[in-house]
C-alpha cells in the first residue's frame, strides 16, 4: 500500500485533512475515525493518522474530492470546539502509532507496505484494534537548568556495550571503524571506537589551540567590509518570522513522510545533552546559511561538521555555557571569515530560531540532512545523528525547546571566556594602529610594513609563535632555510623577516584554507 501525500489545518472547531490521491475511485474510498485516529482507505492508497486530540465524526463531517487536482479534503469536527491541536505540521510524528507497551527501547513502526487493505469500519478495527492514548511518549513536566552542569557516571557498562558510546543520544558504538579507514575526513577524532567520550572534549580543544591563526584572526578584525555585508542582512527564510506560524515546503514535507517511525525512550541522564545538541547543531547550519547567503556552496558540508562539535568530535555537552563556548572557539578557528562580530550575529539567529519554536529548529535539521546527503564523505552523519533528531524532535517538548532560546539569551559570553586570548592581541594591535594613525610615514608602504612588522613583534609576547608564514602571493618562505642557496641572495626586506619570524603569529595548519587560497595577509 502506498502513504499518499497529506497535509494538515484546523480552525476553532474542525481539522481539515488535505489527500492527494488521484485517480482514486471515490466511490469505493472510505474514511474512518476512532477517538483521535483517522484511516482513510482508497486503493492503491492507505493513510493512518494519530493526532493530538480528539475528533468525532457527526452530520458536521464532511468530505469533497477534487478530480482535477486529484486532491480529497475531509474535514471533522473537533470533540473539543476551541482546541488547538499542537503539531499538525509534524507529519513523522503523525504517522507514528503512540507507544503504550514496551517502553525499555527503540520502537521502529513498520511501513504501510505491511498493512493489509480493509474493504469495511469492521475489518480496520479488526486490523489495528484499540489504541490507547492514556500513556505517551513525552518528556516530564520538570523543566531544565540550562546553565547546571550535569555530573554523569563515567564508569562504562562492559556487559552491554563494548567500547565508547556516539551518536544521537549515546545509541551506538562499533560502528564506526570501516567508516573512518574509507572516510578518513568523516571525522575530526581520528578513532571514535576507542576513544573514552570524556577525553574527546580535551582532544577537541587542543586541535583548536593548535588552529587558532592571530593573524587570520587579526586581518578579519581590521578589513571587515566583507565581514559587515554578511553580518547586516536578515534572513527570515532561516529565523523564521515573529507572529507567523512556520510552513515546510513541499521539499521538507515529502521528507517528513520518508522519515523512519519511531519512538525513541531516552534517559535522564542523557536527556538534557540530546537537547543541548540541537544547539551545537542549528549553530553550524545558521552559520553557513549566513555566510553563503542562503545559496550553499560546495563547502557547506565541510561548514556545518567544522563548525558543530557534535558531528566533528562526537562531543555532547552538559550546560548552555559550554555549547556557546564551542561554538564561538569553532568560529574562530576553522571558517574562511573568522570574525566575533559574525559570531554574535549567528548566535542571535540561534536565539530567534529556537524562540520561534520546534517547526523553525526541525527545518534547520531537514536543512542539515539534505547538505549532508548531497557529500561524497559526510553522508554517514546523517545516520548517525540527524535523522534521529528530526524523527524526535517532532515529540519532544515545545516547551523546553522555547526555554532553550531563552537560556541563550541569558548567556553571557565574554572573548576571555574562549581562552584564546583575543582581548590582549586586539588590545596591542589597536595601540600600533592608533600610532599608525598620528604617523605620517604609515600612509607609505615602507610605513605599513613597518607596523605590521612592529604588530608581529608585539603579539610574539602573548601568543604561542610557529616559525614558518604562509605567503598566498608568492611561494617564498619567510623562515630561513640553512641549506638553502637563496638565503645568501636574498632582499634586505627577507633578511628582516627571517629576524623576525620567530615572533610571527602561527600559521594555519589547516590544510583546507590552504587548497582553497584562503590564508589571509594582515592588512592595517
Known amino acids: 500500500m502506498l502513504t499518499p501525500r497529506f497535509s494538515l489545518s484546523q480552525d476553532a472547531d474542525f481539522v481539515y485533512i488535505h489527500i492527494t490521491a488521484p485517480y482514486i475511485k471515490v466511490s469505493e474510498s472510505e474514511c474512518y475515525i476512532q477517538d483521535d485516529e483517522f484511516y482513510f482507505y482508497s486503493q492503491p492508497y492507505y493513510l493512518r493518522l494519530h493526532l493530538p486530540g480528539q475528533i468525532v ?13 486529484g486532491q480529497l479534503t475531509v474535514r471533522v469536527a473537533k470533540e473539543t470546539k476551541g482546541e488547538t491541536f499542537e503539531g499538525l ?54 523543566e531544565f537548568d540550562w546553565f547546571l552542569e550535569q555530573k554523569i557516571n563515567e564508569s562504562p557498562c562492559h556487559v552491554l556495550t563494548k567500547g565508547p558510546r556516539y551518536g544521537f543520544a549515546h545509541r551506538k558504538s562499533n560502528v564506526l571503524q570501516d567508516l573512518i579507514t574509507g572516510l578518513p575526513e568523516l571525522l575530526d577524532l581520528k578513532d571514535p571506537d ?17 588552529q587558532f591563526n592571530c593573524e587570520h584572526y587579526l586581518a578579519d578584525l581590521f578589513d571587515d567590509e566583507a565581514i559587515r555585508g554578511l553580518v547586516l542582512p536578515d534572513y527570515p527564510e532561516l529565523t523564521g518570522t515573529a507572529g507567523e506560524e512556520t510552513v515546510f515546503n513541499e521539499a521538507e514535507k515529502e521528507k517528513l513522510r520518508q522519515l523512519p517511525r519511531r519512538e525513541y525512550i531516552i534517559s535522564d541522564s542523557e536527556l538534557k545533552t540530546t537537547y543541548l545538541g540541537l544547539v551545537d547543531l542549528v549553530f553550524a547550519y545558521a552559520y553557513n546559511f549566513r555566510f553563503t547567503q542562503g545559496e550553499g ?35 574562530l578557528c576553522f571558517p574562511l571569515y573568522r570574525s566575533w562580530d559574525l559570531f554574535t550575529r549567528v548566535l542571535n539567529d540561534v536565539k530567534t530560531i529556537f524562540m520561534m519554536g520546534r517547526s523553525q529548529v526541525l527545518k534547520c535539521l531537514l536543512g542539515i540532512h539534505t547538505i549532508l546527503k548531497e557529500s561524497e564523505t559526510r553522508y554517514p552523519l546523517n545516520d548517525l545523528y540527524i535523522i534521529d533528531y528530526c524523527v524526535w524532535l517532532q515529540s519532544a517538548d515545545s516547551k523546553r525547546i522555547a526555554s532553550l532560546g531563552k537560556a541563550l539569551e541569558e548567556v553571557k559570553l565574554l572573548k576571555a571566556d574562549l581562552g584564546l586570548r583575543l582581548e590582549e592581541m586586539e588590545a596591542d594591535a589597536r595601540k600600533l594602529t592608533d600610532e599608525c594613525q598620528v604617523n605620517t610615514s604609515c600612509h607609505s608602504s615602507e610605513g605599513k610594513q613597518g607596523d605590521i612588522e612592529r604588530l608581529a613583534e ?67
Open 297 to 331: 556552496n560546495v563547502e557547506s558540508d565541510w561548514t556545518i561538521c567544522k563548525l558543530s562539535s557534535t558531528l566533528s568530535w562526537l562531543d555532547s555537552f552538559d550546560n548552555i555555557q559550554d555549547v556557546v563556548v564551542s561554538c564561538a572557539r569553532r568560529s
Open 57 to 69: 465524526e457527526n452530520e458536521l463531517s464532511t468530505s469533497k474530492y477534487d478530480v482535477d487536482t
Open 89 to 142: 505540521d509534524m507529519l513523522t510524528k503523525l504517522l507514528t502509532p503512540k507507544a503504550h507497551a514496551c517502553r525499555n527501547r527503540e520502537i521502529e513502526v513498520l511501513g504501510n507496505s505491511d498493512e493489509q487493505p480493509c474493504d469495511s469500519k469492521s475489518k480496520i478495527v479488526e486490523a489495528h484494534g484499540e489504541v490507547s492514548d492514556d500513556e505517551e511518549a513525552a518528556d516530564d513536566d520538570d
Open 458 to 524: 608585539a603579539l610574539s609576547d602573548i601568543v604561542n609563535i610557529k616559525d614558518s608564514v604562509v605567503d598566498s602571493d608568492d611561494d617564498e618562505c619567510d623562515s630561513s632555510d640553512e641549506d638553502s642557496e637563496s638565503d645568501e641572495e636574498s632582499t634586505d626586506s627577507d633578511e628582516t623577516d627571517d629576524e623576525t619570524g620567530s615572533d610571527d603569529c602561527k600559521t594555519c595548519d589547516d590544510s583546507h584554507c590552504k587548497e582553497e587560497g584562503k590564508v589571509k595577509q594582515v592588512s592595517v
Open 194 to 210: 576507542h576513544v573514552p567520550s570524556n577525553e574527546r572534549r580535551a582532544l577537541r580543544e587542543l586541535q583548536e589551540n593548535e
